[in-house]
Nanobody
Framework: QVQLVESGGGLVQAGGSLRLSCAASGRSFSIYAVGWFRQAPGKERQFVATISESGDSTYYADSVKGRFTISRDNAKNTVNLQMNSLKSEDTAVYYC???????????????????WGQGTQVTVSS
């Protein structure tokens, strides 16, 4: 099992940047792929990005491609999401999630993830 705690959310102006972090506790963090999802009020949870167990493979939602970067440090049990050029439509609660199941583009789907953090709020003012 793995426990996930997000941090780094906050209020930022449009065009600004934020860096979200996901800290994992528990052993064998490197066996899990990690994803970020987000959910805005009244909307369904949406895939943002995912990174493979070793960090050599990443996928991004089209809406964030070129603006967001996901990375991981298995020695520190952390995954980061660097968010640049933020837009008002990026406002949401962002969730870190982990899975040892599936592969590749399967991990764009939330049902492949077994462990979820509590979420961190990101608000982008226009």
């Amino acid at each position: 099992q793995v426990q996930l705690v997000e941090s780094g959310g906050g209020l930022v102006q449009a065009g600004g940047s934020l860096r979200l972090s996901c800290a994992a506790s528990g052993r064998s963090f490197s066996i899990y792929a990690v994803g970020w999802f987000r959910q805005a009020p009244g909307k369904e949870r949406q895939f943002v990005a995912t990174i493979s167990e070793s960090g050599d493979s990443t996928y991004y939602a089209d809406s964030v491609k070129g603006r967001f970067t996901i990375s991981r440090d298995n020695a520190k049990n952390t995954v980061n999401l660097q968010m640049n050029s933020l837009k008002s439509e990026d406002t949401a609660v962002y969730y870190c999630t982990a899975t040892a199941r599936g592969a590749g583009t399967m991990r764009l789907a939330s049902h492949f993830y077994d462990y979820w953090g509590q979420g961190t709020q990101v608000t982008v003012s226009s």
